[in-house]
T-cell receptor
Framework: NAGVTQTPKFRILKIGQSMTLQCTQD?????MYWYRQDPGMGLKLIYY???????DKGEVPNGYNVSRSTTEDFPLRLELAAPSQTSVYFC????????????FGQGTRLTVV | GEDVEQSLFLSVREGDSSVINCTYT??????LYWYKQEPGAGLQLLTY?????DMKQDQRLTVLLNKKDKHLSLRIADTQTGDSAIYFC?????????????FGRGTSLIVHP
């Protein structure tokens, strides 16, 4: 199993550009999450999904969109990139509730200039 | 609502014990996790404890839970330079309607010779 795979690992965007951060998991997990990590601020939840076709906003959804057309994929879309979106983005997945750890991807480091 | 608090920094000498502390607020049955994040990587599970337990030991790691004070600690014995990382405390609901793990801000552990 590859686990949770994120692409790309690094990206520089110009203000106003758009991009999609890809996230794929091969563990057949129902729950998937997108977090952003800023220095000293821990993880902030952007969006999450509890299954294919179901998504919901987290703590900081503004400026982002997601879709979940399959169990495996949970892409995060940035429209009209802003410098405030410079961050490291992590995708994570879990099988479900209960004693289930979260599995994280390696992260995407995004810089908006 | 849920909230997880932890101190931001800890510096120890190689060979000493490290103790990282965390407090949580959710009063329902829950799983409490410790994750480790090495530089440039995603979070990986270190250990976990269920809220009806007091202690869990796993090699150099000891987790202590004070349910009354909602206080969790992670003790690393014989700390090594390879233990330098950010450690996240997290709370995962055991059941019910919340699908969202709550993470602390992370404690940066610095181990010096």
């Amino acid at each position: 199993n590859a686990g949770v795979t994120q692409t790309p690992k690094f990206r520089i965007l110009k203000i106003g550009q758009s991009m999609t951060l890809q996230c794929t998991q091969d563990m057949n997990h129902n729950y998937m999450y997108w977090y952003r990590q800023d220095p000293g601020m821990g993880l902030k939840l952007i969006y999450y999904s509890v299954g294919a076709g179901i998504t919901d906003k987290g703590e900081v959804p503004n400026g982002y969109n997601v879709s979940r057309s399959t169990t495996e994929d949970f892409p995060l879309r940035l429209e009209l990139a802003a410098p405030s979106q410079t961050s490291v983005y992590f995708c994570a997945s879990r099988p479900g509730v209960g004693n289930t750890e979260a599995f994280f991807g390696q992260g995407t480091r995004l810089t908006v200039v | 609502g849920e909230d997880v608090e932890q101190s931001l920094f800890l510096s120890v000498r190689e060979g000493d014990s490290s103790v990282i502390n965390c407090t949580y607020t959710d009063s329902s049955s829950t799983y409490l996790y410790w994750y480790k994040q090495e530089p440039g990587a995603g979070l990986q599970l270190l250990t976990y404890i269920f809220s009806n337990m007091d202690m869990k030991q796993d090699q150099r790691l000891t987790v202590l839970l004070n349910k009354k004070d909602k206080h969790l600690s992670l003790r690393i014995a014989d700390t090594q330079t390879g233990d330098s990382a950010i450690y996240f405390c997290a709370e995962h609901p055991a059941s019910g309607g919340s699908y969202i793990p709550t993470f602390g801000r992370g404690t940066s552990l610095i181990v010096h010779p």
